[in-house]
């Protein structure tokens, strides 16, 4: 990648966040309208992906993994 090209882009990006930091300050949102937005967020994401709950998540499967493994190592030591 050239390195002009991504000071370019990372100063691009910085403008952008200044300027959606500005508009905040100048139009803040009400509580209710805040929490609106947040809903149909919320919704959204549960329409494009599905029920948050019920996803496959290859973390969580990795880390119940890992879980399970370390309790049946604690488990053969312990006299039955």
């Known amino acids: 990648m ?4 991504l000071k370019r882009w990372i ?12 508009d905040a ?3 803040p949102l009400t509580t209710a309208q805040a929490f609106a937005a947040a809903m149909a967020l919320l919704n959204l994401d549960e329409q494009l992906n599905g029920p948050p709950f019920q996803r496959y ?8 993994a890992a879980m399970w493994e ?9 006299p039955r």
Do not use: F, H, M, T
């Not at 050239?2 to 090209?5: A, C, G, K, L, V």
């Not at 691009?12 to 930091?21: F, H, S």
């Not at 998540?57 to 119940?64: G, M």
């Open 2 to 5: 050239d390195p002009r090209e």
């Open 11 to 22: 100063e691009n990006q910085r403008a952008g966040e200044a300027r959606v930091r500005e």
């Open 25 to 27: 300050r100048q139009n």
């Open 57 to 64: 998540d290859p973390v969580s499967e990795r880390e119940d």
């Open 70 to 78: 370390a309790w049946s190592r604690l488990r053969e030591r312990w």
